[in-house]
Nanobody
Framework: QVQLVESGGGLVQAGGSLRLSCAAS????????MGWYRQAPGKQRELVAA???????NYEDSVKGRFTISRDNAKNTVYLQMNSLKSEDTAVYYC????????????????WGQGTQVTVSS
């Protein structure tokens, strides 16, 4: 099995910063894309940022210039640096990883973390 464990969420004032981490462990041969989603109360889960194995990143428009996604392939870990936080960034943040579990397949399986709460007070 594969587990994704997130950390780094919490309560921060508007304008502040937080850094989320998500470490994948278990039966992993390699990981393709990794990403962060968020879900605010009463809203659908939305993509915040994603990053390819090679480091190409894309962002949801509202976080461009404020959030930075990065990864450490040796540690199977993805990060989300969040700066200039706003109250509308308040949500549960989930990481995911497209995992290839064996050298004998090119098919990846998407795994999700349990979520970490980010609350931005205004």
């Amino acid at each position: 099995q594969v587990q994704l464990v997130e950390s780094g969420g919490g309560l921060v004032q508007a304008g502040g910063s937080l850094r989320l981490s998500c470490a994948a462990s278990g039966s992993i041969f390699s990981i393709n894309a990794m990403g962060w989603y968020r879900q605010a109360p009463g809203k659908q889960r939305e993509l915040v940022a994603a990053i390819s194995r090679g480091g190409s990143a894309n962002y949801e428009d509202s976080v461009k210039g404020r959030f930075t996604i990065s990864r450490d392939n040796a540690k199977n870990t993805v990060y989300l640096q969040m700066n200039s936080l706003k109250s509308e960034d308040t949500a549960v943040y989930y990481c995911n990883a497209d995992v290839i579990r064996s050298r004998y397949t090119s098919t990846s399986i998407r795994y999700w973390g349990q979520g970490t709460q980010v609350t931005v007070s205004s």
